[in-house]
Structure formats: C-alpha cells, structure tokens
C-alpha cells in the first residue's frame, strides 16, 4: 500500500492517506514502538473520541471533534 501524505494533527498523532482513492487513517505514535498505530473512533455521550489500539492513549475531545467534523485540514 503506498502512503500518500501524513499530516500532524496533535502531539504524536497525525493522518495518513493511503491508496489511490485517498482513504485516511487516524494514527499515533506510540512512545517506545517502531510503528504508528491506528486509532479506533468511539462515539460516547459528550461526542467523539479517538482510541489508540496499540497503547490505550485517548485524543482530546475538542481534536476529535475536529477531526470529526473535516474542520482539521486533512
């Protein structure tokens, strides 16, 4: 799979577009591993949250939201 662009929304977590058709990805860079792992989307009552698989590390609702809502330039 060929990565396209990584952009940087938060301290080690950023967006990758893969593939020719420009799927995105929410990604973080766990501390300690080699690789970035992908971020799960939970939905809860205050709004979205990005999960990290790989360490359990929570975005910030108000990025979430952003992320959400294509406010971030992604």
Known sequence: MT???RKVVADGVFILEKG???EESVQHQCPGRDRASQMTLRENEDGPLYWCK???YILE???SMAIRLNEVDL
């Open 20 to 22: 020719i058709h420009g």
């Open 3 to 5: 990565y396209l662009e």
């Open 54 to 56: 790989g360490c359990g």
């Open 61 to 63: 609702e108000g990025v």
